[in-house]
């Protein structure tokens, strides 16, 4: 009995060990079906994981794209704008603007209006230049030193450079009459008509174009000295016809040497009837003889010390002498030479205005008569309230308390108490 029992276990676990395999000596048989059931379990979840990953990075990637696409495009504008608005020239509009509103000052510069009249004149420059790019948009393509601006060359609409000038040129405007006056705001305005609206058609049909330009450049210091006193005097002009008188020669010379490029453009200057260029010359001559004596008018007018006409004298015959080299032998080399001087020129006078200058008396004696104004006004209101208040005070009713008679006064209540004393 117990071999024949010992002999069917055996055999049971034989045939179990062939059905089964053994956990100890075939151990991936017995997790393989415990690996199938937990994939089978976990496999939507992974895949809904792996779904949002990639919705995650394509959503990052189309954000990236956008904002590139945005930075790109201020980028563009920006660019267009800047080119649009001549930048560097409108920054020296500005400084000649600044410089007058330095001059038009009393003893103390306020600066926070010098800085609202810059901000301004900068804005309406900006207008000015590119509404005269919008209205030579054919003769600047098919010049070489113009073709690659933002408008021949098509990297913005004219419309859209138009609405940016028409929103610049307003805000400006603006700004000027708001934190400054109306004189200061209308000579900006007649400024930004006269050189989109007169001098830049004017350009492609006679060659006084060149003087009324130079009456643009000479207009930024008056608005300058008109939003700081708001007036304009005789000394108020010292430095816009400097400025008048300094363009002349500047873009003669311009002009000369960059005729080839005009004449392609379509605009009339006066180098083209002067082959030899004596004519172009002696005009530039004149006009740096012409500023000989604005450092002395300067002194005498009480606008700068004695120095600056020293100063500003020896800094114009350094032009002069350029100019007559230029009448002497009219060439390229000596236009050039006359070109790079006046560069020099404007910052050297400037800097000499500014450093010499001498606090605007009629602006101290206007600050001088408003404040003894309000002054007086301040003293009357407070007479008035003085006055008022007596009125008031009059019209009270009498309240003086009535004190005991001295005999009853002289009387203690009490043995122990002092008796009291009234004073008169």
Known sequence: MWRGGATAASAARALRSRLVPDPIHYPTAWLAPIASARASSSAPSAAAANNVVEE??????????????????????????????????????????????????????????????????????????????????????????????????????????????????????????????????????????????????????????????????????????????????????????ALYYWQIPHFMALAYLCRNDYLAGGYRMLSFADPTGKRTAWVSLRNCLYMLPLGLFAYKWGLTSEWFSLEASLLTMGLTIGALSFVLESNPKTARRMFYGSLLYLPAFMAGLLLHRLPNKQKTHNLAEKSERDGVLYGADLQDDERVRQKHEDRKPSRVQSRPPVAYASVAPFPFLPVPIYES
């Open 56 to 241: 995650a990075a394509a959503a990052a990637v189309s954000v990236s794209q956008q904002a590139g696409s945005v930075s790109d495009a201020l980028r563009h504008y920006g660019r267009c704008y800047w080119e649009l608005s001549k930048a560097r020239l409108s920054a020296l509009v500005v400084a000649t603007s600044g410089a007058g509103y330095v001059l038009g000052s009393g003893n103390i510069v306020d600066i926070a209006g010098l800085c609202c009249t810059c901000a301004g004149t900068m804005m309406v420059a900006a207008s000015a230049n590119t509404l005269n790019q919008v209205f030579e948009i054919k003769n600047d393509a098919k010049m070489k030193r113009t073709m690659r601006r933002p408008l021949p060359s098509g990297r913005i609409s004219p419309a859209h450079a138009a609405m940016w000038a028409t929103s610049v040129g307003a805000a400006g405007t603006a700004l000027l009459a708001w934190k400054t006056n109306n004189l200061a705001a209308g000579l900006a305005a007649s400024n930004l008509v006269l050189y989109a609206f007169v001098y830049t058609p004017l350009k492609q049909i006679h060659p006084v174009n060149t003087w009324v330009g130079a009456v643009v450049g000479a207009i930024p210091p008056l608005l300058g000295w008109a939003a700081a006193s708001t007036e304009l005097s005789l000394n108020a002009m010292i430095l816009p016809a």
